[in-house]
């Protein structure tokens, strides 16, 4: 029976080749790879009593369930010969305690795992508080975001977005613009990120930032003189029109 499918690849091992093209590329040091593990093991580890064997998750939950029941039931020790056999299973299968593994690890994997091949608790919890916060941050990293996108404005001299390093371009987020010390800031400083629902088409929606004038910033000393020049030109207009009068 050829090893091979009908594209010419083969189906045994997929790090070997049959292309003779492809042979080319076996003069590279890294050709070995494909013939043998990168890193080899000791002997000792590939035959015999410590030869690795992997475990699947289906295979570890069985076993931990066979060395609860025979930790916990110990009517079977009142019979010889399964006492024997019994204690020869637990000494090669089984852990220390395996219902303390299945107590404390309830259903992580990861922590079933090291903690019943390794007969290590600490080990075993620490691997779950690891998972815990991985699964934790990918869900944190995959989570879906409604973006405003950036906000169609000009950033004249002395404006300053507060704070420069906190988001403001989400779905409730809040943009807020100020100037620096010497300087008062006019227009819209504060723009938020909101969802805009077209009524007639509830299906159909987007993300936009409030209208809004643009922010600018106006030095104190202008904005002194200005008020100043207000309050004397408006004096002057009341005391001609008292005149008129």
């Known amino acids: 029976m050829s090893s091979q499918n009908q594209a010419g690849m ?36 590939e035959a015999g009593a410590y030869r690795f064997h992997a475990i699947t998750g289906q295979v570890l939950h069985q076993r931990l369930q066979t060395c609860r029941d025979l930790q916990q039931q110990n009517i079977i020790n009142l019979q010889p010969l399964q006492s024997q056999l019994t204690e020869a299973y637990g000494l090669s299968q089984c852990p220390d305690n395996p219902a303390a593994i299945i107590s404390e690890c309830g259903d992580s994997v990861p922590c079933q795992y090291d903690y019943t091949t390794l007969n290590a608790k600490v080990m075993g919890v620490k691997i779950k508080e690891e998972w815990n916060v991985f699964t934790t941050e990918r869900i944190d990293a995959t989570r879906f975001y409604n973006s405003c996108g950036p906000i169609n404005i000009e950033y004249p001299e002395y404006l300053t977005k507060t704070s420069s390093m906190y ?70 207009a009341i005391i001609m029109v008292s005149i008129w009068k």
């Open 167 to 236: 988001s403001a371009y989400m779905q409730g987020d809040v943009a807020r613009f100020e100037c620096v010390q010497s300087h008062w800031i006019k227009g819209v400083n504060e723009y938020k990120c909101g969802i805009v629902v077209d009524y007639n088409r509830p299906n159909e929606y987007r993300f936009e930032w409030n209208k809004g004038e643009q922010p600018w910033c106006r030095s104190r000393e202008k904005e002194n003189f200005f008020i100043w020049l207000s309050a004397i030109l408006g004096t002057i």
């Open 10 to 45: 083969p189906t045994e091992n997929m790090f070997t080749t049959s292309k003779d093209e492809d042979k080319k590329f076996e003069v590279f040091p890294e050709a070995a790879m494909k013939s043998g593990p990168i890193y080899r093991t000791a002997p000792k580890y």
